[in-house]
């Protein structure tokens, strides 16, 4: 019933437009039949038709119409010879004359609609082959003329919140390593391309600002600096700011977002990943690690929901603390040139960064986990560790969403003295989200309830369930993954031989 309604709801959201757009009419006519609206109906309403018809198309739409007269017209004839319209086929003997011919149109439209409505249930074969209706790029956009009273406080350009930029960058000034902190910090990178190399050093020889040491290091690793003219002091400034929106939380804090760049790093440098990437998916991929959590508060999306916050009002309560680390990123960046990245790339490349960025932050949400695995396991099952296949099929881009979110949940894949210290602060985080709850009254989320949570059998059950399965679908694709595989088994084993004891307390 649920499905009925926002079907229904569509239907009268899209019937204002279908005079404008072939392709609009059709997505009416098969939400419609979805319905079962037009059941015992031998005729379309007469505005459907004439509007299909209609000469005076928009000038954008007017391709679009021609190929979905075009295409019409061949699968009526190829029906018509299969008896599938019957008697209809008389009708189509017009020229394919780009031009529109009035009734001839309305006819054909109407054949090949009524065709559609007389076969519920039946799996059309039609396809346009024009792509979209149009582009609206650099077309302006004009509202509808006002209906109501002008005084309205909902007009009130003061009702409009501005989106939230964190705070002001002017003066912020980028880390400045004394000759002691910088002997410490080529020590603490020794090591940096493997898998198991211990961020918590470079955090304690930085001084703190891991993220403005490791963002900078790989980034000119990978000479993405210099391939894409990225204007120095704006890229430190860059990683400086998002560090210092990094909020001071047990876990989702600047040293994890440091680890899970390093982790990225290491996929790269050593675990095979490089190949199967362009050199702006290369890019997108170590900013997107770099930023993923920034503003994180602690609280995950269950509990922004439960307490109506004001970022689950803001995005609606879908993907909320991923939408809100989006926002403050492109948000930022867009408010203080200072900081802006993408300044002077074309825009083609920017808009393919900003799309890769969005699709593996939200990517990182774990209410998607199990479905997105399920996914890359049929793509991982038919390409295999084909690097052509995966770049042949555009596949590339679901391949850098899994890495992410692997590298995210990488802690139990380290050694067990790293994967040690990550358990603790996850539980203490989500133990402090849980007294959030006890004093709110709100519900208390899983594993947050610091007096009958079992630390070890959690971690168990985390490991065997979520990150075991992710990265055993990853070595399908990267064999050193099989090494992390092993990791997590020996882990899981760790904290089994530990359900008895009262871990961190």
């Known amino acids: 019933?649920?499905?009925?309604?926002?079907?229904?709801?569509?239907?009268?959201?899209?019937?204002?437009?279908?005079?404008?757009?072939?392709?609009?009419?059709?997505?009416?006519?098969?939400?419609?039949?979805?319905?079962?609206?037009?059941?015992?109906?031998?005729?379309?309403?007469?505005?459907?038709?004439?509007?299909?018809?209609?000469?005076?198309?928009?000038?954008?739409?007017?391709?679009?119409?021609q190929n979905f007269r075009k295409n019409s017209l061949a699968m009526l004839r190829k029906a018509a010879s299969t008896n599938s319209v019957g008697s209809a086929s008389s009708n189509f003997r017009m020229a394919d004359s780009p031009v529109l011919t009035g009734e001839a149109d309305k006819e054909i439209v109407f054949e090949w609609l009524r065709n559609e409505y007389s076969n519920y249930g039946r799996k059309s074969s039609f396809a346009t082959s024009s792509g979209s209706a149009g582009s609206f790029k650099g077309r302006e956009?004009?509202?509808?003329?006002?209906?109501?009273?002008?005084?309205?406080?909902?007009?009130?350009?003061?009702?409009?919140?501005?989106?939230?930029?964190?705070?002001?960058?002017?003066?912020?000034?980028?880390?400045?390593?004394?000759?002691?902190?910088?002997?410490?910090?080529?020590?603490?990178?020794?090591?940096?391309?493997?898998?198991?190399?211990?961020?918590?050093?470079?955090?304690?020889?930085?001084?703190?600002?891991?993220?403005?040491?490791?963002?900078?290091?790989?980034?000119?690793?990978?000479?993405?600096?210099?391939?894409?003219?990225?204007?120095?002091?704006?890229?430190?400034?860059?990683?400086?700011?998002?560090?210092?929106?990094?909020?001071?939380?047990?876990?989702?804090?600047?040293?994890?977002?440091?680890d899970v760049t390093q982790t990225v790093h290491a996929m790269l440098a050593t675990g095979g990943l490089r190949e199967y990437l362009t050199e702006s998916q290369v890019l997108a991929l170590l900013l997107t690690a770099i930023a993923h959590d920034v503003g994180h508060d602690g609280l995950n999306n269950k509990y922004h929901k439960n307490a109506r916050s004001e970022r689950a009002m803001t995005f609606n309560d879908q993907s909320i603390q991923e939408n809100y680390h989006l926002r403050v990123i492109f948000e930022s960046m867009r408010t203080h040139s200072q900081i802006d990245l993408f300044e002077g790339l074309d825009e083609d490349v920017i808009t393919e960064?900003?799309?890769?960025?969005?699709?593996?932050?939200?990517?990182?949400?774990?209410?998607?986990?199990?479905?997105?695995?399920?996914?890359?396991?049929?793509?991982?099952?038919?390409?295999?560790?084909?690097?052509?296949?995966?770049?042949?099929?555009?596949?590339?881009?679901?391949?850098?969403?899994?890495?992410?979110?692997?590298?995210?949940?990488?802690?139990?894949?380290?050694?067990?003295?790293?994967?040690?210290?990550?358990?603790?602060?996850?539980?203490?985080?989500?133990?402090?989200?849980?007294?959030?709850?006890?004093?709110?009254?709100?519900?208390?989320?899983?594993?947050?309830?610091?007096?009958?949570t079992p630390v070890a059998e959690s971690q168990v059950g985390f490991i065997q369930y979520v990150v075991l399965p992710a990265y055993q679908a990853l070595a399908r694709v990267l064999p050193t993954a099989d090494l992390h595989v092993e990791q997590l088994r020996q882990n899981s084993a760790y904290w089994e031989s530990r359900k008895d004891e009262s871990v961190f307390k």
Not at 416 to 444: T, V
Request: aromatic fraction near 8%; hydrophobic fraction near 35%; charged fraction near 20%.
């Open 141 to 258: 956009l004009t509202g509808p003329p006002s209906a109501g009273p002008t005084n309205s406080p909902f007009a009130s350009p003061a009702f409009i919140r501005r989106p939230h930029c964190p705070t002001r960058i002017d003066g912020m000034g980028c880390y400045e390593p004394t000759k002691e902190e910088l002997k410490a910090i080529n020590e603490a990178l020794e090591g940096v391309n493997e898998w198991d190399w211990d961020v918590f050093k470079l955090s304690h020889a930085s001084n703190g600002h891991p993220i403005q040491v490791v963002g900078w290091h790989v980034l000119s690793q990978w000479g993405l600096i210099e391939s894409f003219e990225i204007d120095e002091q704006k890229l430190r400034l860059w990683l400086a700011y998002i560090e210092s929106q990094y909020v001071d939380t047990p876990y989702h804090n600047k040293i994890h977002a440091s």
């Open 353 to 452: 960064l900003r799309d890769m960025m969005i699709r593996m932050v939200l990517h990182t949400d774990m209410s998607t986990h199990f479905v997105a695995l399920k996914e890359f396991n049929t793509i991982a099952e038919k390409n295999g560790s084909s690097v052509d296949l995966w770049k042949s099929n555009s596949h590339s881009d679901t391949l850098m969403s899994h890495v992410l979110h692997c590298c995210d949940l990488s802690g139990q894949a380290k050694k067990q003295s790293l994967a040690e210290i990550w358990s603790q602060r996850c539980i203490e985080e989500f133990f402090i989200q849980g007294d959030k709850e006890k004093d709110k009254g709100l519900p208390i989320s899983p594993l947050c309830d610091r007096t009958t």
């Open 1 to 65: 019933s649920f499905m009925c309604v926002t079907l229904l709801i569509h239907v009268c959201d899209i019937t204002h437009s279908y005079m404008t757009c072939p392709y609009l009419l059709q997505s009416l006519v098969y939400t419609m039949r979805a319905l079962k609206l037009t059941e015992g109906s031998s005729t379309l309403p007469s505005a459907l038709l004439e509007s299909a018809s209609k000469e005076s198309l928009h000038k954008k739409s007017l391709k679009s119409f």
